[in-house]
């Protein structure tokens, strides 16, 4: 558990957070409302943040249920700035590989801790900086974009640190890489500061982070990984006339909303047992409907 709190890499399983080794205190505990949404959901991730990618089942389904009244709003935090500071029993990458496998089976989400093993990454700047640029052609793009980013880092063990790694996801989201990296190259390193400045005055001292602010600018923070109801009484808290739309859980409809899903996010959003859901998943793709990606620590499911 020490070693848990002085490296960020060490996400701590029972909290559900990868916490930063010297935690800011919160200066401000009010900020904007939302100008178009009831809700502003102020998010701070980071792209190789392991226990952020264990609430994208929650994420996904919170956007399905209650888009119409949340704004999410993607920061990012800095949770490895470069191996300088790194104590604790963490001195290299390679003690990491073993504790991304063990994050895997907890959180039930596909990760491939060989990364840090083959080719490990000195910092998660520059996939932040990135994300910031692709932010810039666009909010939709930028969520596709990170969603690429983490899928090459967790399932394809790919240093997302590198240019061509980027570049990559940049292309599968749709984004203009020339203009892609122009940004990349200047407006998105100061939006990156930006970024970074806000989690301090907000004493964001892990990930992952969310403040759900209401329309008085007043704040509730839900910290780690969390239970989807969790995500939902905080909104409802700071909504309260909020209502749930149903999910149209035919894997149709899902894939064609999600072009990618773990077996643990078509359970949540469809409403399948686990055991069943893959099952299931297996049967499309026996069909020819859909593609999978096998890791050693589970599946991708695709749509072709």
């Known amino acids: ?11 701590d399983i029972e909290s559900g957070l990868c916490e930063l080794p010297d935690s800011p205190s919160a200066t401000q505990q009010h900020v904007s409302s939302s100008p178009t949404q009831p809700v502003r959901i102020i ?22 249920e209650y888009g119409p009244y949340i704004e999410l709003e993607y920061r990012m935090g800095g949770l490895l700035p470069d191996w300088s500071y790194n104590s604790g029993g963490i001195s290299k990458p390679a003690d990491v590989a073993s504790h991304w496998d063990e994050v895997s089976g907890h959180y039930d989400m596909p990760i491939d801790g060989d990364v840090w093993l083959e080719d490990p990454l ?5 996939a ?10 666009g909010s939709q793009k930028a969520i596709r ?12 063990k790919k240093n997302i640190a590198k240019w061509a790694h980027l570049a990559t996801a940049a292309k599968q989201a ?14 998105a390193i100061a939006l990156f500061e930006d ?33 989807y109801a969790t995500y939902e009484n905080a909104l409802q808290k700071q909504l309260p006339s909020v209502a749930k739309m149903p999910i149209d859980s035919d894997w149709k409809r899902l894939f064609a909303t999600f072009r990618t899903l773990t077996t643990r996010e078509f359970a949540e959003l469809s409403g399948h047992d686990r055991q069943e859901a893959a099952g299931y998943l297996q049967s499309l793709v026996d069909g020819g409907h859909l593609d999978k990606v096998v890791t050693k620590n589970g599946v991708l499911w695709v749509r072709p």
């Open 1 to 11: 558990m020490e070693t848990q709190r002085i490296n960020p890499l060490l996400c």
């Open 43 to 64: 998010y701070f991730t980071d792209p190789i943040c392991s226990s952020c990618w264990g609430i994208e089942p929650q994420l996904r389904r919170l956007k399905l």
């Open 122 to 126: 000195d910092s998660s700047y520059p």
């Open 128 to 137: 932040s900086i990135a994300f910031k640029a692709a932010q810039l052609q």
């Open 145 to 156: 974009f990170l969603r690429a980013v983490r899928e090459l880092v967790f399932l394809h």
């Open 174 to 187: 749709g984004l203009d890489v020339d203009q892609f990296e122009t940004d990349y190259n200047g407006k």
């Open 195 to 227: 970024d970074l400045a806000l989690g301090r005055q907000l004493g964001v001292r892990g990930f992952p982070t969310l403040f759900f602010v209401d329309s008085q600018g007043q704040l509730e923070k839900v910290y780690g990984t969390q239970p």
